[in-house]
T-cell receptor, first 114, second 116 residues
Framework: AQSVTQLGSHVSVSEGALVLLRCNYSSSVPPYLFWYVQYPNQGLQLLLKYTSAATLVKGINGFEAEFKKSETSFHLTKPSAHMSDAAEYFCAVSASGGSYIPTFGRGTSLIVHP | DTGVSQNPRHKITKRGQNVTFRCDPISEHNRLYWYRQTLGQGPEFLTYFQNEAQLEKSRLLSDRFSAERPKGSFSTLEIQRTEQGDSAMYLC??????????????FGPGTRLTVL
C-alpha cells in the first residue's frame, strides 16, 4: 500500500522568492516518486521523477526535489519563483515494481504574487 | 511524437444518458491508463491496459463504466446511465513499460464531463 500527503493545499510566494512544496509518502516497498504540474484545463505534465538513482533530482523549469528516506519526504523546490509557475502541483508515489500505478496527493496550488 | 490526445475535450449530458470518451496514446506506448479527477483532488486510478488486455480495475469503476482497447492502440471509456456524481475530468495517460524501462506516464488534456 502507498500514499502521499501534500502539506498545504495553497502556497503563496512573491515573484523571485524560494518555492517549497512539501510531499511526504508512505510505501511498503522502495518507491518511485514523481512531481507533476497541471495548468488550468490541461492534463498533467511531468516535472521530475525519482527512481532510486541520485537522491537529488533535477527537473524541468528549474525545479528540483530531494528524496530523503529517513524523513519519507520528497519536497519540491525552486530557487526563484516566476509568474508562469502558478499552477497546481501533484506529488505521486508508485511501487518500484509491478503495475507502476501511481497514487497521487491532493495537490498544492502555487500562487505567485508580483 | 504528438502526445496523448483525448476527445471530446468537453461533454455536457443529461442524467441517464450514455457517454463515450476516446483516448489516443503515444504511438509506441504499450500501457494506457484512465483516471478520474474531481475538483480539488488528485487523479484517481480507474483502470489500465497493457496492449489490448485490461489488467486492473479500481473499485471506483462501477458496472456502469466500461473501457476497451480493442487493437492495443486507442481506448474508449463508456459511462452508461450517467449520474451527477460522474461529473469530473477524465484523464488518459500512456507509458512504455517493460524490461529496464522506468514507467513514466504521459497525460492527455482530459475530457471534462458535466452531467446535468
Amino acid at each position: 500500500a502507498q500514499s502521499v500527503t501534500q502539506l498545504g493545499s495553497h502556497v503563496s510566494v512573491s515573484e523571485g522568492a524560494l518555492v517549497l512544496l512539501r510531499c511526504n509518502y508512505s510505501s511498503s516497498v522502495p518507491p518511485y516518486l514523481f512531481w507533476y504540474v497541471q495548468y488550468p484545463n490541461q492534463g498533467l505534465q511531468l516535472l521530475l521523477k525519482y527512481t532510486s538513482a541520485a537522491t537529488l533530482v533535477k527537473g524541468i523549469n528549474g525545479f528540483e526535489a530531494e528524496f530523503k528516506k529517513s524523513e519519507t519526504s520528497f519536497h519540491l523546490t525552486k530557487p526563484s519563483a516566476h509568474m508562469s509557475d502558478a499552477a497546481e502541483y501533484f506529488c505521486a508515489v508508485s511501487a518500484s515494481g509491478g503495475s507502476y500505478i501511481p497514487t497521487f496527493g491532493r495537490g498544492t496550488s502555487l500562487i505567485v504574487h508580483p | 511524437d504528438t502526445g496523448v490526445s483525448q476527445n471530446p475535450r468537453h461533454k455536457i449530458t443529461k442524467r441517464g444518458q450514455n457517454v463515450t470518451f476516446r483516448c489516443d496514446p503515444i504511438s509506441e506506448h504499450n500501457r494506457l491508463y484512465w483516471y478520474r479527477q474531481t475538483l480539488g483532488q488528485g487523479p484517481e486510478f480507474l483502470t489500465y491496459f497493457q496492449n489490448e488486455a485490461q489488467l486492473e480495475k479500481s473499485r471506483l469503476l462501477s458496472d456502469r463504466f466500461s473501457a476497451e482497447r480493442p487493437k492495443g492502440s486507442f481506448s474508449t471509456l463508456e459511462i452508461q446511465r450517467t449520474e451527477q456524481g460522474d461529473s469530473a475530468m477524465y484523464l488518459c495517460a500512456s507509458s512504455l513499460t517493460g524490461g529496464r524501462v522506468t514507467d513514466t506516464q504521459y497525460f492527455g488534456p482530459g475530457t471534462r464531463l458535466t452531467v446535468l
